[in-house]
């Protein structure tokens, strides 16, 4: 019975044996899977962003798919693919090459070229407003970009109205540090147009242009008077639109000899009388008003000869800043003879 049994263990063990040296084998001839690690390096010792994730899990001898996120760096380098060394000597080509244990692919970049330099934008803003009558001052700000040099000064192009501007269609240089050119004689009620344009080492860069209208209050028309044939020595004159006051002047040889101020606002339109002279509102059969100021010869004890008749128109015009100005045009003079009182 004892021999039995010792046959027995004998016969297990034995079997035990045989099935462990057929797993061994069985792993020997490649029974089991072997998986590999593919990792990315950034090579730079700077901030690289959008860097792939490692790829796990590669069977030996597979290929891997180029990841879809490219690396990307903000201090003048440009990625240029991955490579088997940090050296950048050997790129590793995707669709061929195998993986046949774990794999560290390193960046490699590429120095971006120097940007090439070109003509300033046109300025970011441009803009006109009234700085008092017949003033004005055109502003603007620097342009963005500024073609990648120093901007080096900045010109400023007047288009007046019949050339009457000083520097009438020609380009005006001003400093790098100028923001802002002035100018007087704006009026006469017409269009002007102003344009400013940056320049740097490459040439002049692209212009702004504005348009802007400018005021005017008419002169005085129609001057009149019957100085030379009656005693009152009347002046009569066409009303002007937007006009709230009249000068009335007598010169002598270039001189002024006389002169009256009519407020139309403090001295109605009516008929009023004075010891010298008196004034009044009459409108002709178009509707059109006229002033007259009598005795204005008499009331300065002017001698009989000939005299220089003007009336000035005042008034208040809106500018381009909203503000009123105080405005006023002499009519064209007018030769009388006085023939004395």
Known sequence: MGGDMKKVLTIC???????????????CKGGGTQTFTVSFN???????????SKITGVEKNATVTEPASIPERTDGYTFSGWYKEAAGTNAWVFETDKVTKNVTLFAKWEEDPEPEDFEPNAVATFTVRSTGFANVTLEWTVPAPNGGTTITKYQVFIDSPAGIFEFDKQWIDLSAG??????????????????????????PGAEKAITFA?????????????????THGTIGWKNVTDAVAYTVRLQSGGETVASRYLNLANDPAT??????????????????????????????????????VSVRAHGYILGMDGHLYMVSNYSNPKNVIWGGA
């Open 178 to 203: 100028h923001r802002s050119y002035g100018f007087s004689g704006v009026g006469g009620g017409d269009e002007w147009t102003a344009k400013v344009r940056a320049v740097n080492a490459k040439g």
């Open 13 to 27: 063990t034995a079997l035990v044996l045989m099935l462990m040296m057929t797993g061994i084998l069985a792993a």
């Open 42 to 52: 950034r090579n730079a010792n700077a901030t690289v962003t959008n860097m792939p």
């Open 271 to 308: 008929a009023q009388t004075s010891t010298y002279f008196y004034y009044f509102n009459s409108l002709d059969g178009d509707g059109n008003a006229y002033y007259y100021l009598n005795n204005l010869f008499a009331e300065f004890g002017l001698a009989a000869g000939t005299y220089s």
């Open 214 to 230: 400018t005021w005017q209050l008419n002169d005085p028309e129609e001057v009149f008077t019957t100085a030379e044939y009656d």
